[in-house]
């Protein structure tokens, strides 16, 4: 890291504008990629109740005969 420092600090003034305009660039992207993607936590509980009453065995037997 401090080579990448000591680098930096040696360009002309325009080439560092440059550098830091990309990394900004760089770590927008990854941010936007980071909001799209889903925190699969925030859907713990989600389906609770969705097969209450249900046996899983049920179920299943269900999903054999619908492909049948």
Same mark, same amino acid.
């Given at each position: 890291?401090?080579?990448i420092w000591k680098a930096?600090?040696?360009l002309p003034p325009e080439e560092q504008l440059e550098l830091v305009e990309k990394l900004i660039h760089t770590l927008r +992207?990854?941010?936007s990629i980071q909001e799209r993607c889903v @925190?699969?936590?925030d859907l713990c509980g989600?389906? +609770?109740g969705l097969w209450e009453g249900d046996d899983a065995? @049920?179920?299943v037997?269900?999903?054999r005969e619908d492909r049948a």
């Open positions: 890291m401090e080579d930096a600090n040696n +992207r990854k941010d @925190d699969w936590i989600l389906g +609770r065995q @049920d179920y037997n269900r999903l």
